[in-house]
């Protein structure tokens, strides 16, 4: 092992850890107990599994099918269910609309309780007292900070997750995206703007025409 | 393969995969072999996924213990050498074998 040297990874050779892993799967490959293919799928399995993918998918539906968007905002577990995603049984799921008046933001005052079936898990700054601590006490300032500045017609409402229920914010869908279906909206969603910290922003270059 | 696996994906904080806006993080390509390798032990019934993360967690206290520092995915990979050797899948000699043999050969290819 490298020890306390960051930076251990020679120039033009590949580090140790990269020859040994290498080493070590070539010997299992050699011996039968796996194939180098396998290993593939399942990285790439893995990949794209969990984080906030799933609840992008979910935003997308909403943006795309408004009879969706209002099974979603009346019970947000059975429309997140629809799409083949749930969590612990007890866990109920509230989806908070985003509009040009209202902003939601998401905190766990107590601990980090997090809507991870749609969201993956929480960002260490979630779980950090300063995030939770400070956004009740100053939403603004802290959004400031994550670089969402809200006009003060703005109303801010923030909700306290805890073990019974995990909100959501159902992002505003970002003007100039009309044109874009429901797949390509899909990779505009992000994390933060499913927590409330940020807003959804539009592609820079139109991805269709 | 079955779908990602909770245990995996979920693992208590101190030894949780790294992530970056909830998607996995590697640093480097062996880091995404390293962590494949220990999957697919693990789904072979090599070892069940528990004693991979206990190791892990050991590994990291050990680390910490004698106040050295490794990545994430050095520690992953000494708990996945471990428990391969440990499981009889491969000899410490020949894995050092093999990996010096890489070594070398990393070395021919890139000095003239």
Not at chain 1, 49 to 61: E, F, K, S, T, Y
Not at chain 1, 82 to 107: A, C, I, K, Y
Not at chain 1, 172 to 185: V, Y
Request: net charge negative.
């Amino acid at each position: 092992m490298s020890g306390d040297q960051h930076d251990s990874h020679q120039t033009g050779t590949e580090s140790y850890a990269a020859l040994r892993t290498k080493a070590l799967e070539s010997l299992l490959v050699e011996k039968g107990l796996i194939t180098t293919d396998v290993i593939d799928i399942v990285v790439r399995a893995y990949e794209q599994d969990i984080g906030p993918l799933n609840g992008a998918r979910v935003v997308a539906r909403a943006w795309v099918d408004p009879a969706y968007k209002q099974r979603l905002l009346a019970d947000g577990t059975s429309a997140i269910a629809e799409l083949g995603f749930g969590g612990r049984q007890g866990v109920d799921m509230v989806v908070l609309e985003n509009s040009p008046t209202v902003h939601n933001v998401v905190v766990c005052t107590l601990c980090s309780c997090y809507p991870w079936p749609v969201l993956g898990l929480p960002p260490s700054w979630y779980k950090s007292y300063a995030y939770r601590a400070r956004v009740v006490r100053e939403p603004r300032a802290v959004l400031r900070e994550f670089g969402l500045e809200l006009p003060a017609s703005v109303e801010i409402r923030l909700w306290d997750s805890n073990s019974d229920i995990r909100y959501m914010v159902l992002p505003e869908r970002p003007a100039g995206t009309e044109h874009l279906s429901e797949a390509d909206l899909v990779p505009l969603v992000t994390r933060d703007a499913m927590i409330g910290v940020a807003r959804v922003q539009a592609p820079a270059i139109p991805a269709r025409r | 393969m079955a779908a990602p696996d909770p245990h995996i994906t979920v693992m208590d904080e101190q030894v949780a995969l790294p992530r970056k806006n909830g998607e996995l993080v590697f640093e480097a390509p062996w880091e995404a072999r390293a962590f494949g390798l220990a999957v697919v032990l693990n789904e072979a019934g090599v070892y069940p996924w528990h004693d991979f993360s206990q190791g892990l967690a050991a590994e990291t206290a050990a680390l910490e213990q004698q106040g050295t520092s490794a990545s994430y995915y050095e520690r992953w990979l000494e708990t996945l050498e471990k428990l391969a050797i440990a499981r009889g899948l491969v000899s410490i000699e020949e894995l050092d074998a093999r990996t010096a043999e890489y070594a070398f050969r990393a070395h021919d290819e890139h000095e003239d």
